[in-house]
């Protein structure tokens, strides 16, 4: 799910809470949709007047330490198995060798008359990855080692900026809803046996820390897996006050899933300190596949295009096309990494502008709004930094108006605020979720063979 997630988060939470996309100028708005141009002008002051507003609401509530925090404690996971290769194969073997020694302690006949009888089995093993559990230990240099437990667990060493380095741990629980697969046993000499695995439908992952000799869940992912759909909750409630850690209260609501048309639909719903700051709803056309994990995993985005509905603050609308969402999310990621700095020319920023704008099309609206504005980005060089800038389109001068001079400097820096406390931490959280959660499922042994029986 690595490509997935790292294409379909940039393209969406990327451009949802800047309001900083854009469009094509044959598309601007039509004067023809007003009654006058000053009608065209207070509707633009009533839009951007939210847009101040909520960036001030945005700038003064949110809380992005806890997301940095388990963003570092997460990527430095993925960096302990990417160093040791062979953690994965150790692990299916281990597993592989726990249910084989128990299996034949476990064989049953085949009920008369059940789905397994009419498949022409006489005996079955149930075989549940729940029971057949193991813990991973890391150490500083990527060494692990292997033992049982129930379940699936990660422990390892990982340094967080202002905490130092501490032991954290994540761990994978069953819930009480699974699904059923049979495949042959391959047990030498044995015939008619079937090998019944018992699969989770629900995952609940716990992020852990030790401080002061106390362990501290710092968050809880639970995911509800289908054929079809992966839905769940991402939430932290966690009063860190003694212990170094911010005091947060947050959940993020997420679903994913394959459509009848051949689309996949994305669903984000996040909520910060009992305030609803923002929901996504994305819908983008795919490949039709029969195997939508299979999907999701080697999915490139190249090409995309994806429709967007956002709700910001339950207020601010922003909605239209994205028609390739990976070069949007190249470009967008390359203008926020350069945004204030020079190390790159005038000429290679704006390039990243332009690339921006040559796959969005975007516009934005409000509650109280008469139409939508249509928005884009433009570069400017300012201070020796390079910068960008939200602009909307003004049919009555058919030029671009920036927004530095439709508000003021400080509403200008709360817009800026809003978007490096949400976009980056947020993005990378649940891009990390989702890549870690991808390779413990490549980890699982869900067939036969792989079990060894």
Not at 65 to 79: G, I, K
Not at 260 to 279: A, C, F, H
């Amino acid at each position: 799910m690595k490509q997935f997630g790292k294409w379909l988060m940039a393209a969406t939470l990327l451009c949802s809470l800047s309001a900083l996309t854009s469009c094509d100028e044959d598309q601007r708005d039509n004067p023809a949709n007003y009654d006058s141009s000053e009608e065209v002008i207070r509707n633009r002051e009533e839009v951007l007047s939210h847009v101040k507003s909520d960036a001030k609401v945005l700038a003064g509530n949110m809380n992005p330490e806890m997301f940095n925090l388990t963003n570092q404690v997460y990527s430095q996971l993925m960096a302990l198995m990417v160093k040791d290769r062979n953690y994965m194969r150790n692990m299916k073997q281990v597993l592989a060798i726990m249910a084989a020694n128990s299996a034949l302690k476990k064989i049953r006949p085949v009920t008369y008359g059940s789905e397994l009888a009419k498949m022409g089995y006489l005996m079955y093993i149930p075989v549940d990855i729940q029971t057949f559990g193991a813990q991973v230990v890391f150490d500083e240099n990527g060494e692990s080692r292997l033992f049982p437990c129930d379940g699936l667990e990660f422990i390892f060493p990982a340094t967080v900026d202002g905490l130092g380095t501490t032991l954290y741990k994540v761990a994978f629980k069953a819930g009480d809803n699974w699904t059923e697969k049979i495949s042959p046993a391959q047990l030498n000499n044995v015939k008619g046996l079937a090998c019944v695995y018992r699969v989770p439908k629900t995952l609940t992952m716990t992020l852990s820390g030790a401080f002061d000799n106390q362990v501290l869940t710092l968050s809880q992912i639970t995911y509800d897996i289908g054929e079809t759909q992966v839905s769940g909750q991402a939430s932290t409630s966690l009063r860190g006050v003694g212990h170094g850690l911010p005091d947060v209260e947050s959940s993020l609501d997420f679903q994913i899933g394959a459509m009848e048309d051949g689309k996949v639909s994305l669903g984000l719903d996040y909520q910060n300190n009992g305030r609803n700051i923002m929901t996504i709803a994305a819908q983008m056309a795919l490949p039709k596949t029969g195997n939508f994990i299979e999907l999701l995993s080697g999915l490139d985005m190249k090409g995309v295009s994806t429709d967007l509905d956002i709700q910001i603050l339950g207020d601010l609308r922003l909605y239209g096309q994205i028609s390739d969402a990976k070069q949007f999310s190249e470009a967008f990621t390359d203008v926020l990494k350069n945004h204030q700095d020079n190390q790159v020319s005038v000429r290679q920023f704006s390039d990243m502008i332009d690339r921006c704008n040559a796959s969005a099309n975007i516009h934005l609206t409000c509650q109280h709004a008469v139409k939508p504005l249509v928005i884009r980005l433009l570069s400017d060089w300012e201070n020796n930094t390079n910068r960008f800038m939200p602009a909307v389109w003004s049919y009555e001068r058919f030029d671009l108006i920036p927004f530095s001079a439709l508000m003021g400097q400080g509403d200008v820096d709360n817009i800026y605020k809003a978007i490096y406390l949400m976009v980056p931490p947020v993005s990378a959280e649940i891009l990390s979720i989702m890549q870690l959660y991808s390779r413990i499922m490549q980890m699982l042994p869900l067939n036969s063979a792989e079990w060894g029986i």
